[in-house]
C-alpha cells in the first residue's frame, strides 16, 4: 500500500499563486508515476499534470499547460504542483494520484490508471 499526504493549496487571488504537495509513504519502490487531478464544484475528477517517476517526463492538460508547473523529488518520495497565475476556473479540489501498475497504451490522463490517492486539497480562486 502507498499513502499520500497532501499539504498547501487554500485562498488565492486571481493572478496570484498558491502550491501544493504530495508526500507518498508506504511501498513507494514501485512508483512510475504521480499526477494531479482536480474536481470542480459539481463537475468530474480532470487530469491537471503528471510526471514519470524515473524520467521526470512530464504531461499536462491544455487548460494549465504554462501556469502549472509539476515537479518531483524522488529522494523524497514527493510530488509538487506550482500554480502560478490563477484563474477562477482553478477553484477545485486537488488530489494526488500515485501509480505502480503498468497500464498498457496508458497516457497517464485518466484517474483509472491511478492506484492511490490523496484525500484532496480545497483550492479556491477569488477574482
Known amino acids: 500500500q502507498v499513502q499520500l499526504m497532501q499539504s498547501g493549496g487554500g485562498l488565492g487571488q486571481a493572478g496570484g499563486s498558491l502550491s501544493l504537495a504530495c508526500v507518498a509513504s508506504?511501498?513507494?519502490?514501485?512508483?512510475?508515476?504521480m499526477a494531479w487531478f482536480r474536481q470542480p464544484p459539481g463537475q468530474a475528477r480532470e487530469f491537471v499534470a503528471a510526471?514519470?517517476?524515473?524520467?521526470?517526463?512530464?504531461l499536462y492538460a491544455d487548460s494549465v499547460r504554462g501556469r502549472l508547473t509539476i515537479s518531483r523529488d524522488s529522494a523524497k518520495n514527493s510530488v509538487y504542483l506550482q500554480m502560478n497565475n490563477l484563474e477562477p476556473e482553478d477553484t477545485a479540489v486537488y488530489y494526488c494520484?500515485?501509480?505502480?501498475?503498468?497500464?498498457?497504451?496508458?497516457?497517464?490522463?485518466?484517474?483509472?490508471?491511478?492506484?492511490?490517492w490523496g484525500l484532496g486539497t480545497q483550492v479556491t480562486v477569488s477574482s
Open positions: 510526471i514519470t517517476w524515473s524520467g521526470g517526463n512530464v
Open positions: 508506504g511501498r513507494t519502490a514501485g512508483t512510475l508515476a
Open positions: 494520484a500515485s501509480q505502480t501498475v503498468y497500464t498498457p497504451g496508458g497516457t497517464y490522463r485518466f484517474p483509472e490508471e491511478y492506484d492511490f
